[in-house]
């Protein structure tokens, strides 16, 4: 069965830090691509981050590229994403995802975990 299980999320201020982590299982996780996604209330999901199966590569939306940093630990099955210098603008239900490289589409989605930065 596979699981995708997000831990990390709270309540944090503008300007701190938060690390968001998401653990696997039931799949081959280092055969994939790992991926960061995020829901604001009355908006679309959106592409935060993603990181290649070897750890190498990761790419960052734009809004978050400088302040985000996606890694991976394919011995522990997990993927992570540190968020520094937050904005109220990142509020959001964040979802860790997975894909074969090469694939258009993300196979398997965890639940989310809810961010939430006061201003």
């Known amino acids: 069965q596979v699981q995708l299980v997000e831990s990390g999320g709270g309540l944090v201020q503008a300007g701190g830090s938060l690390r968001v982590s998401c653990a696997a299982s039931g799949f081959t996780f280092s055969n994939y691509v790992m991926g960061w996604f995020r829901q604001a209330p009355g908006k679309e999901r959106d592409f935060v981050a993603a990181?290649?199966?070897?750890?190498?590569?990761?790419y960052y939306a734009d809004s978050v590229k400088g302040r985000y940093t996606i890694s991976r630990d394919n011995a522990k099955n997990t993927v992570s994403l540190q968020m520094n210098s937050l904005k109220p603008e990142d509020t959001a239900v964040y979802f860790c995802?997975?894909?074969?490289?090469?694939?258009?589409?993300?196979?398997?989605w965890g639940q989310g975990t809810q961010v939430t930065v006061s201003s």
């Open positions: 995802a997975a894909k074969l490289p090469g694939a258009n589409e993300y196979k398997y």
């Open positions: 990181i290649s199966w070897s750890g190498g590569r990761p």
